[in-house]
């Protein structure tokens, strides 16, 4: 799902005339010693998008003869689609539009009225083998570029190839193509070589539909190009395209990033908005104080979260009217900083101010008031008045499954935060229930390293952890500490969460030395982020000190 709209989003950015001198320059970087690839990259600068040593009348632009080239350009490019490297795929973005584009060109020539048959042999790994074993009739979305040949054979010596490596087992696909789809079929005219490829453009999806192994240990499978008809994922898909919005190509790839947890990124982005925004554009300087207020929270960095949130209500209480829809998210997002530093009373006033707006402005299903129910639920959880929270969280779970699709991950937000009262309450098999529904959700639609499944594993975590079950709750807190060792700044207020609940099971098991150290590594990112005053900072010294005595 995210691919798709990552695809969308950079074929409709606006690059200008640095894009290729910045990847250029990335290449250079990393391909310094190779003195081969310094010659392609010397070449790639002077002539793309024209074959090298071609005059511009003589042969027509070519971004594609550039990506069959045997060179690293192809191989950059698969790799960062297909591991969604967003750095690699921003920098090589005026390079992904221009193969799309030129793919839609010549399909349109090509007239196809007949339905096609190509094949592509490839190696698989085992763990991805087994889930396409199990997903017969289901979707394969393959989200790189994808060659196929016309020819069976000249595939299957490229599954006879994959075979060298034990670890993989060799694949021959058989794939019928509507002639809808979105493909060319290159020549020696187009491609760096000289035989009939088919091309596809990123995020080309196929149904599953049968699959047998054949000679030699090689698997055929045979797929068929769909044209995206999973009604979830068009639903789920369509409610974040809504969600992004319609501001210009890169704004909307710096929201898509925050949601996919692409915080440092999402930041590059917005700095270099922000340094190019016009000084009267009031309205496009509040939203980028906003969005990178967020990010700054979400990082942890909550002084400058609220300078940020501070700077766009500054703005907004010039132009604005005094119950404006807009003042009423700010408000939120300034709620959502105090509730975070602890002061519970300040972002509950925040947060009644937005209920109030949104109350005169919005329907009583309007999906944006389950936000705000939300946010007012967390603040009465951190008040252990349970009942109220349960109460908002309720109410905002109502408008979601009124208006949301089965697998948004708003949803599964809101069963987290009613798993969590259920927890506090002591109600440990319904709490378990929830955070499961929850667990799901985000495993089908966030990337593996969104800091909303860190979240997750780590409150199931703490359920096993009271019912003593020490060996699940580490296995779950492990698997939170590594999604925040990829996600997050390392002084992430987060992380004294995470070592605070290690060094717990450690000091119940009886292993002191293990939970002193867990403790010690909280306490520090705790006074980096937080005032000395603050309730956390007390508990951990104190914690910090009854090990010590067992030691």
Known sequence: MYSQILKEIILDVDYNSKAKQEFVKLCREKFCADKDELKVIDEFEKYYPYPPHSKELDRDPSPIWWYTRDCFLYVMLNKALRTLDIEKIIKMGFFIRDIHRQIEEIHLELQLREPLKVYRGQGMVADEFEKLKNNKGGLLSFNNFLSTSMDRDTAKSFAYLAQSDPSVTAILFQMSIDPSGIFAVLGKDISFYDEEEVLFSMHTVFRICEMKPIEDGIWEVELKLTLNDDEQLKILSNEIRKEIGVG???????????????LNKAEDIYKTLFSLAQD???????????????IMKQKGDLSAAIAFYQKTLEIQQKYLAPKHIDL????????????SLGDHTTALTFYRKTLEIKLKFLSPNDISLATTYNNIGSVHDSMQDYATALHFYEK??????KSLSLNHPSLATTFNNIGKVHREMEDYSTALSFYHKACEIF???????????????NNIGLVHDFLEDYSKALTYYQKTLEIKEKSLSPNHLSF????NNIAFVHKSMGHYGT????????????????????????DLKEQICFVQKRL
């Not at 210009?248 to 692409?262: F, P």
């Not at 009423?328 to 900083?337: A, M, Q």
Request: charged share 15%; glycine share 8%.
């Open 248 to 262: 210009t190509g890169w704004d909307r790839l710096g929201t898509l990033l925050v949601k996919m947890g692409e």
């Open 280 to 294: 009267g554009d009031w309205q496009m300087l509040a939203h980028l104080n906003n969005q990178l207020g967020y």
């Open 328 to 339: 009423g998210i700010t408000y939120s997002n300034i709620g959502s900083v105090h509730d």
């Open 396 to 401: 905002a779970l109502e408008i979601q499954e």
């Open 443 to 457: 495993e089908k639609s966030l990337p593996a390293n969104h800091p909303s499944l860190a979240i997750i594993y």
């Open 496 to 499: 004294a969460t995470t070592y």
């Open 515 to 538: 939970a002193l150290s867990f403790y010690r590594k909280a306490l520090d990112i705790a006074q980096y982020s937080l005032p000395p005053t603050h309730q956390d900072i007390q």
